[in-house]
């Protein structure tokens, strides 16, 4: 029996602003063991018996930063896929593209194991024997969903009405009050979003629910340009007409609410979406105050509070239930109990297109990645980190002009006419309109400042000649 993972890797996760947004979204942020939510699911699947290939359906921006994260962590041995969204268009779409993908690379028969990327699993080995309760019964031809056995009354998950492994009902989120009368109940379990099923029998039932969706994705996948990476990644990026195409919907309203062929596997695995700032920090050991501290904080004569900074240092005094989290460029306060609510200050910011909802400070790329230390009006200052063997590719910009000084490793640079080898403190300048690139060819990460100025300083300003990642 071939069991497949697919890791979703998708969303914004609004409710974890600022550390969370659409250009840097939930599955990148990193828990107590220092991998990120995205890095434990993938060794979570790598580690189930007989795995050998792993799909992650994740965004087209993110692919750059997915690979980064895969090759940080190894797990040789694995053929890694990659299915590449364009947009997105919610989780029927996705789950659609990937199995139609999967089914065409692997079979019809093969089970595929549907994991959401940024959720925890403490109990791993319950999490393995209920895969393969789950396998056996896919196996036969019946889609599986995971139900996991409530601890508490909480009000932020959909539940699952259960008859042994039988759906009874789906039930969205409750208020407090139902949620204790579930607890109480003993028959309703929360709705994990993790899945099981043969590819045949995922793709019969979409023919039937949601033929519209299914149409548009897998014509989405077959239209797709196909590549092998560099790093021996199998990389499929949707045909863009034809995914935008396909309506957007959830999976659970597509398929899971309607489908009779349906079965629960009900697992006590130590499960939690991470969705909000106070279930995050539940990741993270605390002290006798129940205090966390991430980077550089101090909390005196308080209780119950959550710290987490990427630079300055942050000071609590006097305070209780509080999480605090500053990032580069946004620093949000929050009492915990109303951390679900950060949702509603993303979406304002949303509606006003702050740069803060869906920017971020470090972007990445195939080469390495860029973080934006100042900017104001004419200039801009990054700090560029090119991993070994990275190449930028060679280009030249209409509105700016940049001062390149390194000051770790050496770059190999080409500027107009003259090809430079740059040590540390040497520096270069490229005058605006002028072909240049540069090049890491050691063995050690390579940093340099860059300091731009212009008129327009976006990072669409930007015509490429030559690039060996294969971008336009």
Known sequence: MMIVPVIMSGGVGSRLWPASRQSHPKPFLPVENGRSLLQNTFARAAALDGVKDIVTITALDSSFKTVAEFDAQGQGGIQKHLVLEPFGRDTAAAAAAATHYAAKQFGPDVILLFLAADHTIADEVSFSKAVGRAAGIAQKGRIVTFGIKPNAPETGYGYIEADGERVVRFVEKPDRGTAVEYLKDGRYLWNSGMFCFRADTMLDAMTTHCPDILKASATAVDKGRKDETTAGFLETILDADAFAEAPKTSIDYAIMEKTPNLSVVAADIGWSDVGTWASLSEQFPSNDQNNTVIGDGRI?????????????????????????????????????????????????????????????????????????????????????????????????????????????????????????????????????????????????PMTLIEVQTGSYLGEDDIVRYEDIYGRN
């Open 300 to 444: 005196l004569e308080s209780e119950n509070c959550f710290v987490s900074s990427e630079g300055r240092l942050i000071g609590l005094v006097g305070v209780r239930d509080l999480a605090v989290i500053d990032t580069r460029d946004a620093t949000l306060v929050v009492s915990k109990d109303r951390s679900e609510d950060v949702k509603k200050l993303y979406e304002e910011l949303r509606g006003e297109d702050h740069p803060a909802h869906a920017g971020f400070p470090t972007g990445y790329r195939p080469w390495g990645s860029y973080t934006i230390l100042d900017e104001g009006a004419g200039y801009k200052v990054k700090r560029i980190e090119v991993k070994p063997g990275g190449c930028l590719s060679l280009q030249s910009h209409k509105h700016r002009s940049e001062h390149w000084t390194v000051v770790q490793g050496v770059a190999h640079v080409v500027n107009g006419d003259e090809n430079i080898v740059l040590n540390p403190n040497e520096s270069t300048y490229i005058e605006c309109g002028a072909i240049h690139r540069m090049e890491n060819r050691g063995t050690e």
